[in-house]
């Protein structure tokens, strides 16, 4: 069965518990296929599906896969996942998701430009059409740095990514407070 007809049988039953079908991939492994089913939602803090939530949702899509007899005779592993953190941002809800994150963008060129801009910035706020970052100015020290606020269209950016950061800079500011 292909990712198609696979999203139109699957997409109901993830939105009954909750969440948001973002993409199936079913590739050969072997004698079997590997079913992988990344999911997305809001989640209890806002910022993606809870563990419990992927599991929940994992049992439906099995559920529904084994009674359907979708994916045949031939045996298949089914992987659920969350979109993980190294998915390119795509769509406002994802941005949303990720208020507070560190996110590496990359603009479209503009004329006469072989490559768009490449900076980072923490995001502050999602809407629709733009997305307002915290980014590092221009003029800021290494160790001192100097922050401002900036807005980018939504339809000027090539690629976003978010940063995993091992020191967040808000986590560090509350230490030396204390």
Same mark, same amino acid.
């Given at each position: 069965?292909?990712? !198609? ?11 009954? &518990?909750?969440? #948001? ?15 992988? *089913? ?7 803090? @806002?910022? @993606?599906?809870?563990?419990? !939530?992927?599991?929940?949702?994992? %049992? #439906?899509?099995? +559920?529904?896969?084994?009674?359907? @007899? %979708? ?8 992987? *659920? ?16 998701? =990720?208020?507070?994150?560190? *996110? ?9 430009? $072989?490559? @768009? ?17 915290? &980014? ?7 160790? $001192?740095? *100097?922050?401002?606020? +900036?807005? &980018?269209?939504?339809? /000027?950016?090539? $690629? %976003? ?8 800079? /808000?986590?560090? %500011?509350?230490? #030396?407070? =204390?």
């Amino acid at each position: 069965m292909n990712a !198609e007809r696979l999203t139109s049988l699957l997409e109901p039953i993830v939105s009954q &518990v909750g969440l #948001e079908l973002d993409r199936i991939d079913v590739v050969p492994a072997g004698r079997r296929r590997l079913v992988r *089913v990344r999911v997305d939602g809001d989640g209890p803090d @806002g910022h @993606g599906p809870s563990l419990d !939530e992927i599991s929940e949702a994992t %049992a #439906e899509i099995s +559920r529904c896969l084994d009674d359907s @007899g %979708a994916m045949g005779e031939s045996p298949y592993t089914l992987e *659920v996942s969350s979109r993980g953190v190294s998915t390119p941002l795509t769509q406002p809800r994802h941005y949303r998701r =990720n208020i507070g994150h560190l *996110v590496r963008f990359t603009l479209n060129p503009t004329e006469g430009q $072989k490559s @768009g801009e490449t900076f980072d910035g923490r995001i502050t706020e999602a809407g629709e059409e733009t997305v307002t970052l915290e &980014v590092e100015a221009e003029n800021s020290k290494p160790h $001192k740095p *100097v922050y401002t606020t +900036r807005e &980018v269209q939504l339809a /000027d950016v090539a $690629k %976003a990514v978010v940063q995993v950061e091992l020191n967040r800079r /808000d986590a560090q %500011a509350s230490q #030396e407070e =204390n």
